[in-house]
């Protein structure tokens, strides 16, 4: 089993900055830190959930084009913890955005169907 806690969210003006956090436990979690991929996805309304960034278990990230040279990801496996620093945020950067995870075994995409565990969410507010 693996829990997720984003924390970090909240309310900001346009231009300004983020850092979104998600604390990573349980017994899955612990047993096999080093083989996840991690990843943030956001879910504004009335819209798909999309993802963001992710990081793979060799530190490889990717990002989406709408993040990218704004939005870093990264991750700190002592602390168990996954960041997203997000810079000059936009007004349409608003949503509720997740943090999940998952162990890969081939070639994967940053597709939410293929992420199983997930945390409940922070919003982000961008005006």
């Known amino acids: 089993h693996v829990q997720l806690v984003e924390s970090g969210g909240g309310s900001v003006e346009a231009g300004g900055s983020l850092r979104l956090s998600c604390e990573a436990s349980?017994?899955?979690?612990?047993?096999?830190?080093?083989?996840?991929?991690m990843a943030w996805f956001r879910q504004a309304p009335g819209k798909e959930r999309e993802g963001v960034a992710a990081?793979?278990?060799?530190?490889?990230?990717i990002y989406s084009d709408s993040v990218k040279g704004r939005f870093t990801i990264s991750k700190d496996i002592a602390k168990n913890t996954l960041y997203l620093q997000m810079n000059s945020l936009k007004p349409e950067d608003t949503a509720m955005y997740y943090c999940?995870?998952?162990?890969?075994?081939?070639?994967?995409?940053?597709?939410?169907?293929?992420?199983?565990?997930w945390g409940q969410g922070t919003q982000v507010t961008v005006s």
């Open positions: 999940t995870a998952a162990i890969f075994y081939e070639r994967w995409r940053l597709r939410a169907p293929d992420f199983g565990y």
């Open positions: 349980g017994y899955t979690w612990t047993t096999n830190t080093e083989m996840f991929t």
């Open positions: 990081i793979d278990r060799d530190g490889s990230t």
